[in-house]
């Protein structure tokens, strides 16, 4: 007698289900969850659904709760962590500020005025300023402005929310302005040198609460400004005797107008006149904001590192990374058999996360004539990196004298042969735009730069993210006020 197979039925409502079947056609009762995977047993005793209790459920809520929570807080760190090192999440788009500050100048009638990043077109609504700004600087949330006007005699507060004017601050400081900074929402600063060519005279640091709408200190320095930036606490200046070549100097002012300074004993700066020439050393400065440390490149292959914080000063000799440098002594330090006389040196240096600093300048030289005349050459330093954890250097380019960095990248122009060059911080070249074409960088704002050509006074907004020119605007343009700080100096 063979064996009768059993009939399969619902686990609900006992009825008889047809065999393979994923639903009950009485109650609707879901007989499968997933393919290959039984609810009940059919044809078999159906298994008992736990009963939860008001405890026990809400004990489940909770611990749903805590999982989803913890998902958040992960997310919003992994965001964080993208943005730090540069990456977006939505491929950079983010990145694009929705405009920018501009000034106009149509035949003395100043203003302020919005600019769409992207296009440069004005938008609506205009604040008028009766003198000419020689600097600005935004404040950390980016709803306030600060323009400093009439000779830097002046300091503006503007509401750029409601584009309106807030207050008028005097400076009671003379001097040319040489940079202005607003780091924390209460505290602005500034620095004034004389104007003009090169590191002489004296220097002041003006500090401004930006709440009281008051100076709080100033300090003078006798001696000559060579370069300045700044940390989180305040300004840091690189200074030189008032009128020769001689040891530099490193200074810092915090924010209340206390003043630290040591001199280095390895690096010359200044300026000094010898039968009708002035002769000029000016080396860079960058900072590590997170360490305090400063970095001072002169013209030598060798750099000195400065702990702001302890006052103390180690020499690093540099050391070629790459096949790509051809004679780097060369390159940073001419030899003088090979060079005319030299009238001046110049350096620039920008601090590059993690650990990763961009020198570019340029060298002047003089040739005296058999007529006796004197004639004058500028020639670029060209742009290198410095792997500030390795003390080696490469060149990316040994004809370009301005570095910028923006979204990550390094941007490279070059007023000679033309076009703009983006290079990763490593080194290794991102892309090239504008060939043939003298490029300057005016700008940047997140992950567009602003590029102008000559012949023919064009700015091109440079998307750095695609890669490519999106926009050109043509004719007389208002002078761009990218956010941060403006430091004219350099």
Sequence with gaps: ???????????????????GAGRCARCGFAL????????????????????????TGALAAAVRLAVASAALV?????????????????????????????????????????????????LP??????????????????????????????????????????????????????????????????????????????????????????????????????????????????????SFIGLAEVATVDLRGNVDSMRLDDVLAGAQSAQGVVHVRRPAIAVDPHRRHAYVVSVRSEIVEVDLQHRRAHLH?????????????DLVDPRAEAQPPLVGRERTATWLEPGVIAVSGHDSDVLRRSTGALEQGTRPAGVQVIDARRWQTRTLDQHAAEVHAAAGLLLAADRRRGGLTAYEPDGDRAFHVLENEPTEILASAGSLAYVRTNPGRRIHVVDLERRRVIATRTGQSPRLLPTGSHVPWD
Excluded: H, K, Q, Y
Excluded at 2 to 13: G, H, I, K, M, N
Excluded at 37 to 47: E, S, T
């Design 317 to 329: 000799r540099l050391s070629a990374r790459s096949s790509l440098v051809e004679r780097p002594r």
């Design 74 to 122: 992960a997310i919003a760190v992994l965001a964080a962590e993208m943005l730090r090192s540069g990456e977006s999440i939505r491929g950079g788009i983010g990145d694009r500020p929705p405009s920018l500050l501009a000034i106009a100048d149509n035949g003395g009638d100043r203003r302020l005025l919005r600019l769409d990043s992207s296009s440069l077109r004005p």
């Design 1 to 19: 007698m063979e064996p009768v197979a059993a009939t399969p039925s619902c686990p609900r409502c006992r009825a008889e289900v047809r065999a």
């Design 125 to 242: 609504r205009s604040v008028r300023l009766d003198e000419p700004a020689e600097g600005w600087a935004w404040d950390p949330d980016g709803s306030r402005a600060a323009v400093v006007t009439a000779g830097a005699a002046a300091l503006r507060l503007l509401d750029l929310r409601r584009m309106r004017m807030l207050a008028t601050v005097r400076v009671g400081a003379r001097g040319a302005l040489a940079a202005v900074s607003w780091p924390r929402s209460d505290r602005i600063w500034l620095v004034l040198a004389p104007a003009g060519c090169c590191a002489r005279g004296t220097t002041t640091v003006v500090i401004v609460d930006a709440l009281r709408r008051r100076v709080i200190a100033r300090r003078r320095f006798a001696a000559g400004l060579v370069r300045v930036t700044e940390t989180p606490d305040g300004p840091v200046l690189l200074l030189a005797p008032p």
């Design 32 to 55: 499968l969850d997933a393919p290959g995977r039984r609810r009940g047993r059919l044809g078999g005793r159906p298994r008992t659904p736990r009963r939860v209790g008001r405890r």
